[in-house]
């Protein structure tokens, strides 16, 4: 990756939506019962906030990876005859998550809204009671030859079972609350942690007029991205520069989530067309979402010059190369134009296109480079 700027940061992609080549994983649903869906299956998560109670379930719908793939047209999501609600609920959740991903602009605040740290939530959940060390059929056993000595015992063959069934118990609960131990330390640190980000973040803004990267630093690392983000920048005055490393067009998710009673959890894929308009509305949706956090963060800033590339490969030296897609100038009074209050009905590549710019992309979401402002 070419640097052309002072400053660089990685930021780390937020846990509630992340975007890679091997699919899409999402933790979706209010606070205290969520929905995560993942390689590792769909699972129902319900607890109450700081009560320590934490249920979680594997749903019976598996993950689409393993499922019948549909062949109905692109876009169009399968559907079976009478598929459980909770399937359906699950497609719903998990095709709302992808449009997360393709419409982040609508993250952006307004220039005028206060900038505060919003601190990330422990991913982990609370450790669950282990399960028995013996299997079922083995305690069944032992319970239906405490039943079947009854008669001959006067009942005290259920004494043995009930000693045996309260020492496993005893003894899961143990290993809970070591494990629950655990946890809880590694929860406090994190919370610790983000404290301490807190401060930095408050005190990096108090300084903005005199180390003005120091505060975008900390706003640009506060920002929940789908994916692990390169951005590299500075300040000159009263002009930031900024470069982001955009996704791949191949780490789009390219299918819409169905479910059928048959398959389950389904996949039904899109066009290449509409691959590429989702791609667009994406990447132009980053620019979009760091322009309104940069111009937030340092008031003195009247004028950004973003740029955005990707890396390939190429065949003529096997090494990576930056591809620059676009690159635009934004004065703040342009940017003030903008109805923050109608995000909805903003179309990022519409926006970014009326500034001033250098991109050669075709009505379909084709991109050829370009070179960047400089």
Known sequence: MGIRFRKTITIAPGVRINLSKSGVSATVGPRGATLGIGRGGVHANVG????????????????????KKSGSAAGAPSSGAGGAPEGRNAADELNSAVQE??????????????????????????PELPPSPFPLWLRGAVLAAALALTYFTWGLSFIPWALWEGYIYYARKKNHGLLLAEWEERKKAFE?????????????LKLAGEKPEAALEAVISSIEWPRETHVSYQVDGTIAFLDVD?????????????????????????????????????????AFLLLGEVFRA?????????????QKVQS??????????????VHRDQWNDINFFALADIDPVEAIGGFEIRRNMTKTGIFKTIEPFS
Not at 101 to 122: F, G, K, N
Not at 255 to 281: C, I, M, N, W
């Open 48 to 67: 109450i906030p700081g009560s320590g109670i934490f249920y979680r379930k594997k749903l019976p719908i598996p993950w689409p990876g393993g499922a």
């Open 246 to 286: 955009l996704p791949e067009i191949e780490d789009m998710p390219p299918v819409v989530y169905g479910f059928s009673k048959r398959s389950g959890l389904t996949e039904s894929p899109k066009s290449e067309t509409q691959v590429r308009k989702d791609y667009a509305r994406h990447v132009h949706g980053v």
């Open 316 to 329: 003529s030296t096997g090494r990576e190369e930056d591809q620059y897609l676009f690159s635009l100038r």
């Open 298 to 310: 340092v008031p003195m800033v009247t004028e950004i010059v973003l740029s955005g590339y990707t």
């Open 192 to 204: 610790r942690e983000e404290d301490k980000r807190a401060v930095r973040f408050e005190e990096a």
């Open 101 to 126: 991903i393709i419409d982040i602009h609508l993250r952006t605040l307004p220039p005028t809204a206060p900038l505060a740290y919003t601190p990330s939530e422990y991913g982990e959940p609370a």
